[in-house]
């Protein structure tokens, strides 16, 4: 068992933390609000510190699950930073989706002071955090990817080393773009079978046994066709990774075309209220007389 710190109790982290402390991981929490650090360590157990310096200080292992770019550099960097906490030799893993620019950035720090760095994105929303059932995906020196991947199996359903550092959020960005497109299409086919005046249940208790099927067929459909979008990754998160999608699809000079589109539809929800919702609420873009 080893002695950790979590940055970030979200919906995700939240959780996430509770598995490393219930799989028997000495635990210490950070979050900017420190009552939801509070609220965690009276759950679980742990302790929670007032800055990230304080939380990762003595920790083998460091994890972060934060906003963005800027957030991760806030917690990672300066005298209350993780990095000025954390001793040579000890693993600062990113479990944030963010750019490949500041992970590298990040590791660079890190190296510097003797610290090995893991980009490691998750994918399984909220749903999968509470579950211990995300899949994660990582970038890193093989050597601090297998030191690091006991830890994240507590709350983790596949755990892979994708190459090295920047590769974990590449394939964070793979799984974006792949989402995107296929929730959009998804919204099409219920949207269609409900103005056609099909029974919705039928149609996908049919087409999800075939090549159309899919986990967001087999999870969403019922919400979908209900108007209820408060089930797991919000809009505007969306939108901040598909951002870094396009923008690193242009550097490479990979089109993405069905990525922009739909992240413009994206921008419609937003208008319509729904930053907040989660991904699935691209339907009611079609149901709205402006969609």
């Not at 699809?249 to 990979?254: C, K, R, S, V, Y």
Request: charged fraction near 20%.
């Amino acid at each position: 068992m080893a002695k950790t710190a979590f940055l970030g109790l979200g919906v995700m982290g939240f959780p996430m933390a509770g598995h490393l402390a219930a799989a028997g991981h000495d635990v210490t929490v950070f979050n900017r609000t420190s009552a939801k650090a509070e609220a965690w360590a009276e759950q679980h157990g742990g302790r929670h510190a007032a800055t990230p310096r304080e939380a990762a200080s003595g920790a083998e292992f460091v994890m972060a699950c934060v906003g963005n770019d800027d957030d991760l550099r806030a917690v990672c960097l300066g005298p209350d930073g993780a990095f000025a906490g954390m001793s040579a030799g000890s693993i600062f893993v990113d479990h944030t989706t963010v750019s490949a620019e500041v992970t590298r950035e990040l590791a660079a720090a890190a190296r510097d002071a003797g610290i090995g760095y893991v980009d490691a994105p998750v994918s399984g929303g909220q749903a999968g955090a509470e579950n211990g059932q995300l899949s994660v995906m990582c970038g890193g020196d093989q050597g601090e990817y297998d030191r690091a991947e006991p830890v994240m199996d507590a709350y983790a359903k596949i755990c892979r080393r994708l190459g090295e550092v920047g590769a974990g959020q590449m394939t964070k960005m793979c799984n974006q773009i792949a989402i995107a497109g296929l929730v959009q299409a998804l919204s099409e086919s219920l949207n269609f079978a409900q103005t056609a005046g099909l029974d919705i249940e039928k149609v996908v208790e049919v087409i999800s046994q075939g090549a159309a099927g899919s986990w967001q067929m087999q999870n969403r459909h019922q919400t979908m066709a209900k108007g209820e979008f408060d089930f797991g990754f919000a809009i505007d998160w969306m939108r901040k990774d598909l951002g870094i999608c396009l923008k690193t699809g242009d550097e490479l000079g990979a089109p993405l075309p069905v990525t922009a589109l739909v992240d413009q539809f994206y921008k419609d929800v937003q208008r319509m209220g729904g930053g907040r919702w989660d991904t699935s609420a691209l339907i009611a873009r079609l149901a709205d007389p402006k969609g």
